[in-house]
Structure formats: C-alpha cells, structure tokens
C-alpha cells in the first residue's frame, strides 16, 4: 500500500512466482524495477487499482477497527502531537518510517 519506492521495491523481491502484486499507494515520482527478474520470469500479475467504493471502505474498516478485527499497530511506527507535525512530515518525506499518526492532544 505505499508509493515509497523501496517499498515497491521490496514488494517484488519477496513476490513468489506466479504471485499477485496489487498496486495502489502513489509514488513520488518514477519507480525503476528489472521487469525480467520482478515480474515477467515470476509470471507475475500485476493489477493498479484507481478507485475505491470510497464509502462502504470508510465504513467496513471503521467496523473492523472498532472490533478488533484489524489491528494496525504494527504498521505504525511513529506518533507526534499535532503541533509537532513538522517532525513527522520531515520523517515521512525521508522514508525511514512505516506510517506515521498525529495526535491531537
């Protein structure tokens, strides 16, 4: 789910063959592969999503948050106060982050 080109990057290194690699975070700018290794001598699929039942998503998460059935603890790895917002867009733009959260506090 990230545009970070390492991320990408990293996604297909570790694709199995003959695996799926559904794409919707936005990179930056242009991301460089090796089309032979990371997708064509896999037997890759690879599918770009560019809309969403906007909505209905708003709502399942919000249930399965609300549940416990989707825990994204670990995905996190930084939380600032709001008024700190600087530092964590600093953080995000050098990309020695997972997600960051901002708190109002």
């Not at 969403?52 to 996190?76: A, C, F, H, N, S």
């Amino acid at each position: 789910m990230s545009g970070q080109q390492a991320a990408i990057r990293d996604g297909f290194a570790v694709l199995t063959n003959g695996g799926r690699f559904t794409m919707f975070g936005l990179p930056a700018k242009e991301v460089e592969l090796n089309l032979a290794e990371d997708i064509i001598f896999k037997g890759a699929n690879v599918i770009g999503i560019s809309g969403r039942k906007i909505w209905q998503t708003w709502y399942t998460v919000r249930e399965m948050l609300e549940t416990g059935k989707l825990d994204i603890r670990p995905v996190i790895t930084h939380t600032f106060p709001l008024d700190e917002f600087e530092k964590g867009f600093d953080l995000m733009r050098s990309g020695n982050c997972g997600k960051v959260v901002m708190k109002v506090v």
